[in-house]
């Protein structure tokens, strides 16, 4: 008897023990996997611990360019499109957004190399023989409180360039700035202040600089430039079933009127004096759906009078570089005139892998004050064709005629000996994701 009580109390002593022992086992943590958001679209993902949405894009692309489209000093926005070069550009993108009492808060930022081998003008021979460009940027970034956004991002004057890659004439700008925006049922509202300079204006010039002329030497010296204000604009936008059209208008002040000085010497330079100017311009896009699946047609125009980067005569689908032979080499982007043009382009989607698009678009500017008689018209057609085999894979084909005449305010040609004809064609790969 006593024998099988011992056992017994032995037994559950050892039971005792054990589930003791099993008490002070250590218990693993909860793994905290990386979880999808899906607050604000595809692709997002928590950031462990936080309630911050992730998400991470960008792309590789590597092109070749051939073509004539040399003007001189002109068409100096596409240095890939001449003669014959290979180029690769990598953008990194990355976008962390949260939900708060005021609204969405978000930011984002998209960086950018690029190699390739351009001619930069003012080289000695052996940099041209072995010219070479290898670049890092930051081509936007932004911070976005609700209404308030500011950053580098694109203008609000902006409303697209069409369906091909080289573009046509327009704004097409980045700049930094910022802007409020206000959007109900389509309608949207929205103001900006931006800084002039993103767009070729002069600023204070703190002191004296000079032009050069094609040997690399001074040839006209200036001062000024300290009084600019940032641009102001105003936009409208509606988007409603098919379509989507868009209406802004630009207040500038820039310094591009000729005061005192000869501009001969250091000692003597021109003043460079404020005058105000003013753009409008228009998009309208619309789907036609209706009659092939995923095709889309877009015009656009604008107008600016001493606000020449509006309306592409200059930035970033610029038809000139400088308006004046080389011993008064005024750069068109502080240049005082006026200027229009106009875009239109078609977009054809053959297969969901498969699509085409035609564009073409025509600039003019008319010079005054101290270029009064110069005069640009300048028009370009494209063809352009896309193929995605995979999803995330683009091969891209640009073919391209551009044709610019006019004349300088002493009369002369503004090609040169260059001519008023040029082609070229753009291929490229891009891998997105």
């Not at 591009?256 to 021109?270: E, R, Y």
């Not at 001493?306 to 400088?322: D, E, L």
């Not at 610019?404 to 082609?423: E, M, P, S």
Request: hydrophobic share 40%; glycine share 14%.
């Amino acid at each position: 008897m006593n024998f099988k009580t011992l056992l017994l109390g032995s037994a559950a002593a050892m039971l005792m023990a054990g589930g003791a022992q099993a008490a002070d086992l250590t218990v693993a943590e909860p793994v905290d996997y990386v979880k999808v958001c899906d607050a604000f679209g595809a692709g997002f993902f928590y950031s462990p611990g936080t309630d911050t949405c992730i998400k991470i894009g960008g792309y590789v692309k590597f092109g070749t360019a051939f073509g004539d489209s040399d003007f001189g000093r002109f068409n100096a926005g596409y240095a890939n499109s001449n003669w014959g070069n290979f180029y690769t550009e990598v953008s990194m993108q990355a976008t962390a957004s949260t939900v708060t009492e005021f609204g969405n808060l978000t930011g984002f930022i998209d960086m950018r190399a690029a190699t390739g081998n351009t001619y930069t003008g003012g080289q000695t021979f052996s940099n041209l023989v072995n010219s070479a460009t290898n670049s890092a940027y930051v081509d936007s970034a932004y911070l976005e409180l609700g209404p308030l956004k500011a950053g580098r991002f694109t203008s609000l004057f902006d409303f697209g360039r069409g369906y091909d890659d080289t573009g046509m004439f327009g704004s097409d700008s980045t700049t930094d700035h910022i802007q409020l925006t206000y959007a109900v049922n389509g309608f949207g509202l929205a103001i900006s202040v931006e800084d002039n300079r993103d767009r070729g204006a002069l600023g204070n010039t703190n002191g004296v600089v000079y032009t050069v002329d094609e040997f690399g030497d001074p040839a006209q010296y200036f001062t000024g430039g300290n009084s600019n204000i940032p641009d102001i604009i105003g936009a409208v936008t509606y988007a409603s079933g098919i379509f989507s059209a868009k209406v802004a208008a630009a207040y500038v002040n820039e310094a591009v009127k000729f005061g005192n000085g000869s501009g001969l010497s250091a000692a003597d330079p021109i003043d460079l004096d404020n005058q105000a100017g003013w753009a409008i311009g228009g998009g309208l896009e619309i789907a036609l759906d209706s009659f092939s699946a995923g095709d889309r047609f877009f015009v656009s125009a604008a107008y600016g009078d001493n606000a020449n980067s509006f309306t592409g005569i200059t930035g970033g689908t610029s038809v000139a570089g400088t308006f004046n032979p080389f011993s008064a080499n005024i750069t068109a982007s502080v240049s005082p005139g006026t200027s229009w043009s106009a875009l239109a382009s078609y977009k054809h989607v053959w297969t969901p892998q498969l699509w085409s698009s035609l564009s073409g678009g025509y600039a003019n500017f008319s010079g005054r004050d101290q270029i009064d008689g110069t005069n640009i018209d300048a028009w370009r057609a494209g063809f352009t064709t896309a193929y995605t085999p995979v999803k995330g894979l683009d091969l891209v084909g640009d073919v391209f005629y551009t044709n610019i005449k006019g004349h300088f305010a002493n009369g002369d040609d503004l090609n040169d000996d260059n001519g008023n004809n040029a082609w070229n064609l753009n291929l490229f790969l891009k891998r997105s994701w």
